[in-house]
């Protein structure tokens, strides 16, 4: 195709990154991470939250390598192919009231669309619920867009502004290093650790790096965008993305058959519970926050990293929702939501909706 | 008769959008679309593609794209 060097955004390219994100993420399960939870943005975030002491909830603190690695590998891969592009000015504190919506919506259903993606290919069946409910927010973001809705665009700025997420996950790396976890300790140095419950469970710090690199490269090279793949089948018909993202999913279910990691059922399923209608509407309001911000947890990562500073104000809203989430009992657990959560979902979409209805502004 | 999309600053959907919608009008047979960053312009020529349209071409100046697209 015409207009399309890049073989990674070809559509080759797409499945083949999906088809790595298959293979990568359930081998991070096996080499220590928690169940169906090789990668997932939000949790990833939200423990990063909790190892900074931003909530303190003991059970989901560890500062996550695989994010810093997002950003970083695709810092590197943006400078490599000429496509760091430093650049602000997007409605940023619109984008961080996304970002913590984004986040509470996924800490309701307990996970982001990536993790979504892993617990189905896990065989956990509340996954179907919160995809259906992933669609069902896109769809309603897709219904803003259609009617004008953005959010203004974007100025080019200052290559050191570009480089202020990459230097926060530089920095988190750097407070690892440090104070590195002590076997039997809670905290570090500045640091908390988790010493059971998911928090406590991790690969290697070097292999959950060099993964976390290595998806982060190839995600900014493809584009690779689990909200963006519904979104565009939605309002184009277009299957490019999609078709990387369903990749993923059924790779992942390959190398969890294999793995011996697939386990079907409803109840009892790692890090999730089984109220389905919150699983749907958690993962809904997460689907419109990502919508109407033009990103899953993941590509604002990328984005981020290619010098968006938009994008690294919605993570900054993200890390910031976690904190909320758990000191305010917004966040579900293994038995049902937490005790404010379902409020807060309505909250969140109350919110989401006044931002689509009142952004469109006529860009032409 | 060529039409000009400014969608500087802007990132997907909304280049594609306004991409699409001009050409839904079916008054130009060639559009010229004005994008500052690689996924737009990639965005663009497959969704142009899929419509029937032509890349006729790419010029890129200090990291600013114009894509011209034809009626195929």
Same mark, same amino acid.
């Given at each position: ?42 949790? /990833? ?60 919506? $996924?800490?309701? /259903? ?85 010493? #059971? ?115 690294? &104000? ?5 890390? /910031? ?23 807060? &979902?309505?909250?969140? /979409?109350? &919110? ?11 860009? $032409? | 008769?060529? #039409? ?69």
């Amino acid at each position: 195709m015409k207009g399309i060097k890049n073989i990674f955004a070809g559509p080759w390219g797409i499945v083949g990154v999906g088809i790595a994100i298959g293979i990568l993420a359930p081998l991070l399960q096996k080499l220590g991470n928690p169940g169906n939870m090789g990668v997932c943005v939000a949790c /990833f975030e939200r423990d990063i939250a909790g190892a900074l002491g931003l909530h303190r909830a003991e059970i989901v603190q560890y500062i996550r390598p695989e994010i810093i690695g997002f950003v970083l590998g695709s810092l590197a891969a943006a400078y490599l192919f000429k496509e760091f592009r430093p650049r602000l000015g997007s409605a940023p504190i619109v984008r961080f009231v996304l970002g913590v919506f984004a986040m509470i919506g $996924a800490l309701v /259903f307990l996970g982001c669309p990536w993790r979504a993606a892993l617990r189905l290919a896990g065989g956990d069946g509340n996954a179907i619920l919160g995809l259906l409910g992933l669609i069902f927010g896109i769809w309603i973001g897709t219904l803003f867009l259609r009617g004008g809705y953005n959010l203004g665009r974007t100025q080019q700025t200052h290559a050191a502004a570009g480089w202020m997420l990459p230097l926060f996950m530089a920095g988190l790396l750097l407070l690892m290093l440090i104070f590195p976890q002590v076997t039997g300790e809670a905290k570090s140095g500045v640091l908390f650790y988790s010493m #059971k419950g998911p928090g406590a469970m991790h690969a290697p710090l070097a292999v959950s790096l060099v993964v976390g690199l290595l998806i982060g490269f190839l995600a900014q090279r493809s584009r690779f965008c689990t909200m963006g793949a519904i979104r565009d089948f939605v309002l184009f018909r277009q299957m490019h993305l999609l078709s990387g993202f369903i990749a993923l999913i059924v790779t992942a279910f390959v190398v969890n058959f294999i793995a011996g990691q697939f386990k079907p059922g409803f109840a009892g399923q790692p890090v999730a519970h089984t109220m389905h209608i919150w699983n749907f509407l958690g993962m809904a309001l997460s689907g419109l926050a990502f919508c109407l911000a033009g990103g899953c947890p993941g590509r604002q990562l990328f984005l981020a990293g290619e010098g968006d500073g938009d994008a690294a &104000v919605f993570v900054m809203g993200m890390i /910031f929702g976690a904190g909320i989430a758990h000191n305010f009992g917004l966040a579900s657990s293994g038995t049902g939501v937490g005790p404010y959560g379902i409020p807060a &979902v309505g909250i969140g /979409f109350a &919110v989401c909706l006044f931002i689509g209805l009142t952004m469109r502004k006529n860009i $032409a | 008769m060529a #039409k000009t999309i400014d969608a500087r600053g802007l990132s997907c959907p909304q280049p594609v959008l306004m991409t699409l919608d001009e050409i839904k009008t079916g008054k130009a047979d060639e559009i010229i679309v004005v994008v500052d960053n690689d996924a737009s312009k990639e965005n663009v020529s497959r969704a142009a593609s899929s419509r029937g349209w032509k890349v006729a071409g790419i010029d890129e100046k200090d990291g600013v794209f114009n894509l011209t697209i034809r009626k195929g």
